[in-house]
């Protein structure tokens, strides 16, 4: 059982990037830029057609890697620069599609550059911990000047979007003065200490079944109580507002 659960991690994650990357390629870039009228079959063989040239290249990556761990320090070097406009783009309504492709070519870019270019390593923890923070740096000065440079996303879309997620309306205020129909929301700060029970509830609770698993049943029990009273606040703080208001 053990080993058939290992296998079917690894094939969900396969399948996962390799229906994520055709994804990409046929409906963000393909079917929008290269063939737009095409029939239903066609974008289907094109989807087949990505899926094995995204396994293909993979393969080609994979065979020059030395080791796991180093293949997930490249990755979040590369992509250490994106992870504060995915996050603002709830917050600010001025982030569009062209901050987040700015971000994620900046942060590529400059990470290759400190990697290939001066030879900085990620095996390394000192030099690993620098090429994140001039990446990220580097990332924000330029989503952040793309931004100021591109026009924001239709105002339709915009509307539809605070209709839809309600975020807060400190950074919405031209969107949520046009929405009137939408009450602000107000409720940030009891979101946060949502958001900080629901990390504690995932973490603890793995690392608590975890440490049952090797017989450190103390201290697997108080993790799992910890997740328990994490669980116990969330479910206070939904239950107090409303799961319905909530949910809605």
Not at 110 to 123: A, E, I, N, P
Not at 187 to 201: I, K, M, T
Request: net charge positive.
């Amino acid at each position: 059982m053990l080993v058939a659960a290992m296998m079917a991690a690894y094939m969900s994650t396969v399948a996962t990037q390799l229906n994520w990357g055709a994804s990409y390629l046929v409906n963000d870039f393909y079917r929008r830029f290269l063939v737009r009228n095409g029939s239903a079959r066609h974008y289907v063989r094109a989807g087949q057609a990505a899926t094995v040239l995204v396994m293909l290249l993979s393969c080609v990556v994979t065979w020059h890697q030395e080791s796991i761990a180093g293949a997930w320090t490249f990755l979040i070097a590369v992509g250490a620069g994106t992870g504060g406009v995915f996050i603002l783009r709830w917050f600010w309504w001025r982030i569009n599609a062209w901050s987040e492709v700015s971000a994620m070519a900046a942060s590529f870019v400059v990470s290759l550059l400190l990697q290939l270019g001066l030879g900085w390593r990620t095996d390394l923890p000192r030099e690993f911990a620098w090429i994140v923070l001039v990446t990220v740096g580097a990332s924000t000065a330029a989503w952040l000047g793309v931004t100021a440079l591109t026009p924001a996303e239709p105002e339709e879309t915009l509307l539809a979007f605070y209709r839809r997620v309600r975020p807060s309306a400190a950074l919405w205020g031209p969107i949520a003065a046009r929405a009137t129909d939408v009450a602000p929301a107000r409720d940030g700060l009891r979101n946060l200490v949502d958001w900080a029970a629901g990390c504690v509830l995932v973490y603890a609770s793995l690392f608590g079944v975890g440490k049952l698993l090797f017989g450190q049943v103390a201290l697997g029990l108080g993790l799992l109580a910890l997740a328990a009273a994490a669980a116990g606040v969330i479910y206070h703080d939904l239950e107090r507002r409303g799961w319905r208001s909530v949910a809605e």
